[in-house]
């Protein structure tokens, strides 16, 4: 089946700081999602993004199919940022999303 | 309330014992899936749902049983739970295979 590599696997930031976080994967996709799962557990959906770039607020994402990778960026980061981010990819044949093991960010003040 | 809730938010149970968590969602969506969450693991599909009465096994199905009659609830079953089931399970729904998912709050299952 697919895989999906993230990078770093942990990344520790200055209040203020920005940042990129990759996802590699190995196949093309019909989706692709980025979670960002908070210190209490839950996973709250951040981007639907298959292809192409979109933009919510400080964070954005950029997905080049043709090269299998993602990137999620965060700027000006704050510490309600802190938590594991998780990029989620399903392949081609229409299956469930995959999950990689994460990005654990802690944003210190 | 409308959205994907899943219950009971906690649940401790002994080995051999069966249980079972329950999921419901309110906006219609055709898919239903169960993840479970383990350190070093990430999230792992166990089954999935495509309408009521279509199941379908994920990466790691055994020792589990599903079922959805109807199109709102999507039960998960340990038949006889082990601790190698002791997980966060996360519950998540969405129009389609390949649109945006929704999770649950997820339950902490413990197995002793």
């Known amino acids: 089946g697919i895989q999906v590599e993230q990078s770093p696997p942990d990344l520790i930031l200055q209040e203020g700081a920005n940042s990129t976080l990759r996802c590699n994967f190995s196949d093309s996709v019909n989706n692709l999602q980025w979670f960002h799962q908070n210190p209490w557990g839950q996973l709250i959906n951040l981007f639907y993004i298959p292809s192409g770039t979109k933009q919510n607020g400080r964070l954005s994402a950029t997905t080049v199919a043709t090269e299998r990778y993602s990137l999620l960026y965060i700027s000006s980061s704050q510490t309600t940022d802190s938590g594991v981010y998780f990029c989620?990819?399903?392949?081609?044949?229409?299956?469930?999303?995959?999950f990689g093991k994460g990005t654990r960010l802690s944003v210190i003040a | 309330d409308a959205g994907i809730t899943q219950s009971p938010r906690y649940k401790i149970t002994e080995t051999g014992r069966q249980v079972t968590l329950m999921c419901h969602q309110t906006w219609s969506h055709s898919y239903m899936f169960w993840y479970r969450q383990d350190l070093g693991h990430g999230l792992r599909l166990i089954y999935y749902?495509?309408?009521?009465?279509?199941?379908d096994k994920g990466e790691v199905p055994d020792g589990y049983v599903v079922s959805r009659s109807k199109t709102e609830n999507f039960p998960l079953t340990l038949e006889s739970a082990t601790r190698s089931q002791t997980s966060v399970y996360f519950c998540?729904?969405?129009?389609?295979?390949?649109?945006?998912?929704?999770f649950g709050s997820g339950t902490r299952l413990t197995v002793v």
């Open positions: 989620a990819v399903g392949g081609s044949g229409n299956t469930p999303l995959v």
């Open positions: 998540a729904s969405g129009a389609g295979v390949n649109y945006g998912y929704t």
């Open positions: 749902s495509a309408a009521a009465d279509i199941t």
